[in-house]
């Protein structure tokens, strides 16, 4: 999922990474020290984590955090 400001889109792949490892959302959540809630709101692109969460996601996923969070940028140079 994404989201986007006025010059770049967020997208991840959180839920690709959390399914692939049958992970429920409940479980990343405690294991990351967050709340169900937010991972929701993270695998819907409604949110952009903090780097510490993301760094958290990443370790439970066992992924770079470069692999679940990319930046694009849309502004023309």
Known sequence: MFIRDKHNTVENTVREARTS???TQEELAVQADATR??????EKGNYVPSVLLALKISAVLGRRVDDLFKIENHEKI
Do not use: A, M, R
């Not at 809630?37 to 993270?42: E, G, L, N, V, W």
């Open 37 to 42: 809630q937010t991972i929701i709101s993270i």
């Open 21 to 23: 490892l049958n992970l």
